[in-house]
C-alpha cells in the first residue's frame, strides 16, 4: 500500500508531506482546489510522461516522491533489476523547468519503463473517463486479458503469432521471386568463388602492406644500418674506436688528478652502451634478406586484393567482411529457396499459433462470464435493477497477436432494455456507473495493494451514492482504496478524510491538503451537500450521513 507522499514545487503545491493509511480514504475539495493534483502527482511517481507544465510558477523543478510497503511479487522484481530491496520501496520522480526528467527506485537511477513496471505491481488508477476507455475493443479485450490473469497465455499468442509471420513472410518472399533469388544466389557464388581463391584474412591486409614497403626497401635498409654499424663500431673512425683512444687519455690523465676518476666511470658506460648498439646493428642486418621472390608474391596478392576490393565497393580491409556477409546471405538464400521446407515451418507454426490461441480465448471466456455475473450484480446496486451486462467475445477472420478474437462489452440499462455495445449508451449517468461497477468488479480481481479512483462516480446522486460509498468501503476492507469525490455520500463512508483546500498567499495560489476528522469532517460533509456548511441543519445531516456510513461499516459482509 501506499504510505508516504512528497511533493515539492508541483502545480499549485509549494511543499506537502502526506501519510495514508489502510483502507479507504477520500479526497475532496471545492471546483478548483486541486483535488486531482494527487492522483496525477502520484501518475508520474509511477512512470507517466510529463512536461515542464508540471511545475509551480516561479519554481525550477518539481519533484514527486512515493513510498510503498514492498510486496513479495515486488521485491523479486527489485532483486531480478538490480535495486536494493527492503520492507519499503521510494519511486521518485524530477522534472525540470527544461522538461527534463529523471527517476530514481529506491535512490538508485531508473528508467520511466521501470517506474512503471513497479506501478504495474502496486496501483491500479481508474480514472474519471474511463467509460470512454471501455468502449474501444482493445482496452475491452486488455480488461478482460487482466480481469483473467490471462498475461502469460496473452504473451504465448503474441510470441507465436510473431513466430509464424516471420515464417510466412518469408515463404511469400521465396515463393514470389524464385527467379531473382537464383539469379542473386548465381552472382553471389561466382562472387564468393573469387574471394574465396584469395582467402582474405582478418587484419592480413596492415600485415601485407608492412611486409611488402620493408622487402622493397630492404636494400636500402641494408646500406643505412651498414653505415649506422661503421660509425658506431668501425676499425679506423668508428665512434668506439674514438671513445677508447679517449678512455686511454683519461686514464692516463688520472693518474695526474685522482678526482679524473667518475669521469673514467662515465666514459666506461659510454663504450658498453656502443659496444652493445654495436652488437644490435649487427643482428638486425643479419635478419634483413633480399627475397625478390616473396616481394613479387606480396604484390600479386596486394594487387588483387585491390581489384577484388574495387569491384566489391569496399576498402580494401573490409575484404574479409565482405567474404563472411556474401556466405551469410548465400546461406540465406539456399535456406530460402527450399520453399517445401519452409512451408511445413509455416504449417508447424501455425498450429502452435492457434493452441496458443486457445488457451487464451480458453481462459477468456471463462473470465467473460465471471466478470458479466461481477458487473451485472454491482449494477442492480447502483440504481440499474434488472440491467444485464455481457463480454461478448467476436470470432476473427484469423488468430492476430491477441488471439484469435476481439472483446466487446454490452449493456442493458434496464429490464427489458436489449443489450447493446457499450459505446451506443447515450445516458452519461448510466456509462458512469457501468464504469464504476467494472471497476469494482476487476479490481476485486487484481492483486495489487492500492485502488485509486479519480471521480468515478460523477453523473451519479441521490440513493446511488451511497452504494458507491459503501461499495468503495468495501473494497477498502481488503486494500487500500483512495477516491477522489464530489459526493457526501461517498466521502462519508470513508475511513480517512483529505481535504484539498486553494490558497491565496503573497506567492500566489497554492494548494494545501488537511487529514480532517470529527467536527472539521462533519463541516466539510455539510459543505459537499450543497448547504451552509455553518447551518446546524446542514451540520446535522452531515451528522446523520456520516453515522449512517459508519453503521453500514460495522455490517457483516
Given at each position: ?13 509549494d ?5 495514508f493509511?489502510a483502507?479507504?480514504?477520500a479526497l475532496?475539495g471545492?471546483t ?5 493534483i ?6 508520474l511517481?509511477?512512470g507517466?510522461r ?5 511545475l509551480r510558477a516561479?519554481?525550477?523543478?518539481a519533484e ?10 515486488l521485491?523479486?522484481?527489485?532483486d531480478?533489476?538490480g535495486?536494493e ?12 523547468a527544461q522538461?527534463r526528467?529523471r527517476?530514481?527506485?529506491n ?6 519503463a521501470?517506474?512503471?513496471?513497479a ?6 488508477i481508474?480514472g474519471q ?5 471501455l468502449?474501444r475493443?482493445d482496452?475491452?479485450r ?10 502469460a ?7 507465436a503469432?510473431r513466430a ?8 511469400h518472399?521465396?515463393r514470389?521471386d ?5 539469379a ?6 561466382a562472387q564468393?568463388a ?11 591486409w596492415?600485415a601485407l602492406n608492412?611486409?611488402?614497403h620493408?622487402l622493397a626497401?630492404?636494400a636500402?635498409?641494408?646500406e643505412q644500418l651498414?653505415?649506422a654499424a ?5 676499425d679506423?673512425d668508428g665512434?668506439r674506436r674514438?671513445?677508447?683512444a679517449?678512455g ?9 688528478d685522482?678526482t679524473?676518476a667518475?669521469?673514467?666511470?662515465q666514459l ?6 656502443l659496444?652493445e648498439?654495436?652488437?644490435?646493428l649487427?643482428?638486425?642486418l643479419?635478419t ?7 616481394l613479387?608474391?606480396i604484390d600479386a596478392r596486394?594487387?588483387?586484393w585491390?581489384?577484388l576490393?574495387?569491384r ?6 573490409a575484404?574479409?567482411?565482405?567474404l563472411?556477409a556474401?556466405r551469410?546471405?548465400l546461406?540465406?538464400?539456399e535456406q530460402q529457396?527450399?520453399?517445401d521446407?519452409l512451408?511445413?515451418?509455416?504449417d508447424?507454426?501455425?498450429?502452435r ?11 477468456r471466456r471463462?473470465a467473460a462470464t465471471r ?5 451485472v450484480a454491482?449494477?442492480?446496486r447502483l ?8 463480454v461478448a467475445?467476436?470470432?476473427?477472420d484469423a488468430v492476430?497477436a491477441?488471439?484469435a478474437?476481439?472483446v466487446?462489452l454490452?449493456?442493458?440499462?434496464h429490464a427489458?432494455a436489449p443489450?447493446r455495445?457499450?459505446a451506443?449508451v447515450a445516458?452519461g449517468g448510466e456509462?458512469?456507473r457501468i464504469?464504476?461497477?467494472v ?5 476485486a480481481?487484481?492483486t495489487v ?8 462516480d460523477a453523473g ?10 459503501d461499495?468503495?468501503a468495501?473494497l477498502?476492507?481488503d ?5 477522489v469525490?464530489h459526493?457526501?455520500q461517498v466521502?462519508a463512508c470513508a475511513d480517512g ?6 490558497e491565496?498567499?503573497g ?5 494545501r491538503i488537511?487529514?480532517l476528522?470529527?467536527?472539521?469532517r462533519?463541516?466539510?460533509?455539510a459543505?459537499?451537500l450543497g448547504?451552509d456548511?455553518?447551518?446546524g441543519v446542514?451540520l446535522?445531516?452531515a451528522?446523520?450521513?456520516r453515522?449512517?456510513a459508519v ?7
Open positions: 500500500m501506499l504510505r508516504r507522499l512528497h511533493l515539492r514545487d508541483f502545480v499549485l503545491v511543499e506537502i508531506d502526506l501519510e493509511d483502507g479507504f480514504s475532496t471545492e478548483g482546489a486541486g483535488k486531482s494527487l492522483v496525477d502527482a502520484l501518475k511517481a509511477l507517466e510529463g512536461d515542464a507544465s508540471v516561479g519554481s525550477s523543478r514527486i516522491a512515493a513510498t510503498f510497503d514492498t510486496t513479495p511479487e521485491a523479486e522484481w527489485l531480478e533489476q535495486f530491496g527492503g520492507d519499503e520501496v521510494l519511486l521518485r520522480r524530477l522534472i525540470d522538461g526528467s527517476a530514481f527506485v535512490g538508485s537511477p531508473a528508467t520511466l521501470q517506474l512503471r513496471a506501478g504495474e505491481r502496486l496501483v491500479d481508474h473517463h474511463a467509460w470512454q476507455s468502449v475493443a482496452a475491452a486488455d480488461l478482460l486479458d487482466a480481469y483473467a490473469q490471462a498475461g497465455q496473452r504473451l504465448a499468442c503474441a510470441q503469432w509464424w509471420k516471420t515464417l510466412d513472410e518469408r515463404l518472399a521465396a514470389s524464385l527467379g531473382a533469388r537464383d542473386e544466389r548465381e552472382a553471389l557464388a564468393l573469387e574471394l574465396e581463391r584469395l582467402a582474405p584474412l582478418a587484419d592480413e596492415d608492412v611486409e611488402q620493408r626497401h630492404a636500402e635498409l641494408i651498414q653505415l661503421a660509425s658506431v663500431d668501425d679506423e665512434a674514438r671513445l677508447l679517449g686511454h687519455a683519461l686514464h692516463d690523465a688520472a693518474r695526474i685522482a679524473l667518475p669521469l673514467i666511470e666506461d658506460a659510454a663504450e658498453a652502451q659496444r648498439l654495436a652488437r644490435e649487427g643482428a638486425r643479419r634483413i634478406d633480399l627475397d625478390p621472390e616473396r613479387r608474391q596486394l594487387s588483387a585491390l581489384t576490393a574495387r566489391h565497393r569496399v576498402a580494401p580491409d575484404l574479409a567482411d565482405q563472411q556474401l551469410g546471405r546461406n540465406e538464400l529457396v527450399d520453399v521446407a512451408q511445413r515451418e509455416v508447424a507454426a501455425l498450429q499459433l492457434r493452441h496458443a490461441a486457445d488457451a487464451l480465448s480458453a481462459r471463462d466478470l458479466a455475473a461481477g458487473v454491482q449494477m442492480q440504481g440499474m435493477e434488472g440491467g444485464r451486462f455481457e467475445l467476436l470470432p476473427l492476430q491477441g488471439g478474437e476481439s466487446e454490452r449493456v442493458a440499462g427489458g443489450l455495445a457499450l451506443r445516458s456509462l458512469s464504469a464504476l461497477a471497476a469494482a468488479t476487476s479490481a480481481q487484481q495493494g492500492t485502488l485509486v479512483f479519480d471521480e468515478v451519479v446522486g441521490g440513493a446511488v451514492a451511497h452504494t458507491v460509498g461499495l468503495l468495501r477498502g476492507r486494500r487500500q482504496v483512495l477516491a469525490t459526493l457526501a466521502a478524510h483529505l481535504q484539498v483546500v486553494k491565496t498567499a506567492g500566489g495560489p497554492r494548494s488537511a487529514r476528522d470529527g467536527d472539521a462533519v463541516a466539510e460533509l459543505r459537499m448547504g456548511a455553518q447551518s446542514a446535522e445531516h451528522r446523520e450521513l453515522g449512517d453503521a453500514r461499516s460495522q455490517e457483516p459482509r
